[in-house]
């Protein structure tokens, strides 16, 4: 059965509760990087609760410079 757009929605604002179940405990793998565009990384979720699994897709959105100590710099704004 896959995903209700409510299910969709209520995960996007909550990413660490299984979207089927509720349940705050999830199981997280990275994938490949090389499987996509080059901006994008796949990761696989897992619900140890209910054991439905699904794909989280993360895309690269803004990147900073750090200085010597590790921090950011923030970006000038347009």
Known sequence: MALTK???AAYLADPWTCPFCGH???DTTLGDMSD???V???GQKTCPE???SWRDY???HDVE???ADGCAIP???D
Request: contains cysteine; hydrophobic residues 25%.
């Open 58 to 60: 993360y895309k690269l």
């Open 50 to 52: 209910c054991g439905k």
């Open 36 to 38: 996509l565009d080059g």
């Open 75 to 77: 970006n000038e704004e």
């Open 6 to 8: 409510e299910q969709i």
């Open 65 to 67: 410079e750090e200085d």
């Open 40 to 42: 994008e990384i796949m």
């Open 24 to 26: 705050q405990e999830l």
